[in-house]
Each structure stands twice: as C-alpha cells, then as structure tokens.
C-alpha cells in the first residue's frame, strides 16, 4: 500500500529526520492537548481535541515543507498552507479516507490520539484507586 509513499524517495537521512519531526510534532501536540484539555469537562475535550487536530493538519504541511527545504537544495522558500484546509478534509484524514500514504495515516492516528489523550488522566487515577 505504502511502496508509492514518497517517504520512500528520502535518502535514510532524509528517512530519519522526518520520522524524529514527526515523532516531535506528535507528542507536543499530544502534550498541549493532555495540559490544555484534561482539567476540562468532556465536551471541551472533544470539541478542544478536534480543534487541535484541525490545526494540526491544517499547519504541519508547512513544518514539513520547511524541513523538505533544508535537504532539497533547490525548494523555492514559500508559504505552503494557506487557505486553511476545509474541516471535510480533516475528517477524511481522522477516518482514514483522505489519501492512502503515510502522512495521512498518521495524521488519522494523531487525530484518534488526540481524542483519547485529555481521557487518560482519568482513566490513570482510577488504575490508582
């Protein structure tokens, strides 16, 4: 499924360096919604999680695109992201409908993720009780 992912097209330098953004970018976000999302009632945290998973895929292509920058000599320097991406879209990633590659996947699962994180720290202090 994945032998068309343009992942595959990196040297394993370029390999490395964008599983370590991606790893970085996946737990602060994650981060940001356990600090931002957890002390809230659980409507917020859902409603807060799909709005950080929406400007999540919204603004992460021009994270990427900075780091493609770096590595590919020839990459004009430019704004990648605007207009902001349609909600529909973030859906199709969140259910694993949008694209069949890596980048999408990963963003489903950031977005499943996301919704499970500001849960956890309950669900961790009834493993306490």
Same mark, same amino acid.
């Not at 500001?118 to 669900?123: G, M, S």
């Given at each position: 499924?994945?032998?068309?992912?343009?992942?595959?097209?990196?040297?394993?330098?370029?390999q490395i360096g964008l599983v370590v953004i991606s790893t970085i970018l996946f737990l602060l976000i994650l981060f940001a919604a356990w600090?931002?999302?957890?002390?809230r009632g659980p409507v917020i945290r859902i409603l807060g999680? #799909?709005? &950080?998973? =929406? $400007?999540?895929?919204?603004?992460?292509?021009?994270i990427y695109y900075m780091y493609y920058w770096m590595i590919f000599p020839n #990459?004009? &320097?430019? =704004? $990648?992201?605007?207009?902001?991406?349609g909600l529909e879209r973030?859906?199709?990633?969140l259910f694993f409908q949008y694209r069949h590659n890596l980048s999408a996947h990963f963003q489903g699962v950031l977005g499943w993720c996301l919704l499970?994180?500001?849960?956890?720290?309950?669900?961790w202090q009834r493993l306490k009780r």
């Open positions: 499924m994945y032998r068309q992912d343009s992942f595959f097209d990196l040297s394993a330098f370029g600090k931002l999302l957890s002390p999680a #799909l709005a &950080l998973y =929406w $400007v999540f895929v919204w603004a992460s292509p021009q #990459l004009p &320097l430019q =704004w $990648v992201i605007w207009p902001p991406v973030a859906i199709q990633m499970v994180t500001p849960f956890a720290q309950d669900f």
